[in-house]
Each structure stands twice: as C-alpha cells, then as structure tokens.
C-alpha cells in the first residue's frame, strides 16, 4: 500500500488524490438533495466528500483495485449506508434508467506516450488523451436528471476543444468553472448541463 492519511488509504496501483481531484472537489456545487455519480473513483477521496453530504452517492471504477480502495475508504470512515461502489468501465454497470443530478469524472486525460507505468490506465485517456472523455460523455448524457450537470477534468496536453464539442454535441452548454496552471500543463474543470 502506497500510504495512509488518517482513515484514508491509497494503494500502489490506484491514482492518489492530487491536484486534479481537489480542483474538482472544489468546483462541484453540490447539496443534500444531489444524487451524483462519480465515475472513475480511484481511492474514493472525491467520493467520501460527497457522500457525507448527498442523498444517493455511487462511486464506479474500471480498476477492481481502485473498487477496492474506495471500499476500504468509505468503510473506514463509517460511511457505508450512504455509499455504493461499482466496477464498471464508465458507465456500463449502471442501470439504463437511472438518472443522477451530477455526474462527475477526472478522466485518465494525457495522450499516449513511450513512458508506462503501474497507473497508466488512470492517466492515459487514448492517442490524443481525449478519447476515454468523448466516450464518457456520450455514455453520461442519458444518465442525467433533466436538470443535470456534468463537471470533468481536461488537460491542455489533450484537446480541450475537442471535449467542449463533444458536450456540446450532447445538447449540452459548457462552462470552464476553474482551472489551474502547473509547471508542464494547465488542468480545467468543465461543467456540461442542459
């Protein structure tokens, strides 16, 4: 195991929560009624946040590993009446007729590159790091309420254009709610609603 923060456990295999995952746990506006959705959980760090707060709170990863460690987490914090967590890739596993009134993702968002590593499939999003968000989309819209919202992480590394389309495309406006520059990129939030 990579390391423990009080009650909160991350695994060698599962992205830890960063700079991304406390940029969109600060841009989501959330409340006691929300049911959301967050896909891609990783280590559960956004999901435990939300969960003490929301009425319906799933969490899903494609990582059995990462399924696992959001578990440990939310057990560990004695959240497990408020939380469900699934292995899916996106949002395969989730009911057709079930809709939430956010649904969230920091997407594996980097292009493809010669460098691997045990966490790639956290990091990398396809040849142009967009690939795994454009499908994410598609897939998300049909789970929204009628007032839903969509909040997502990007990268300059990747074509954020590209993404904007690809809500747009869906029906949806979209609005960068926060961004933050690093040495090497700048990471947004987007938010995508009806």
């Not at 590593?117 to 990091?123: E, F, G, M, Q, V």
């Amino acid at each position: 195991m990579n390391g423990t923060r009080g009650n909160f456990v991350v695994y060698d295999d599962v992205y830890p929560p960063s700079e991304d995952t406390y940029l969109l746990l600060d841009s989501i506006d959330y409340g006691a009624d929300d049911s959301i959705l967050e896909v891609g959980c990783g280590s559960g760090f956004v999901t435990i946040e939300l969960c003490k707060t929301v009425k319906q709170m799933i969490a899903v990863d494609i990582s059995l590993s990462a399924v696992r460690n959001t578990k440990e987490n939310i057990e560990n914090n004695e959240l497990l009446r408020s939380c469900e967590v699934v292995q899916s890739d996106l949002l395969s596993a989730i009911d057709p007729k079930t809709r939430f009134s956010i649904i969230l993702f920091n997407p594996p968002y980097l292009p493809e590159d010669e460098d691997e590593t045990s966490i790639d499939h956290a990091l990398i999003g396809g040849k142009e790091g967009i690939e795994t968000t454009v499908r994410f989309v598609q897939e998300a819209v049909g789970h929204l309420t009628k007032d839903g919202v969509i909040y997502l992480v990007a990268s300059s590394l990747a074509n954020v254009d590209k993404i904007e389309a690809s809500l747009q495309q869906q029906g949806l406006s979209v609005t960068v709610v926060s961004k933050k520059s690093r040495f090497f990129e700048r990471i947004f939030v987007l938010k995508g609603n009806f």
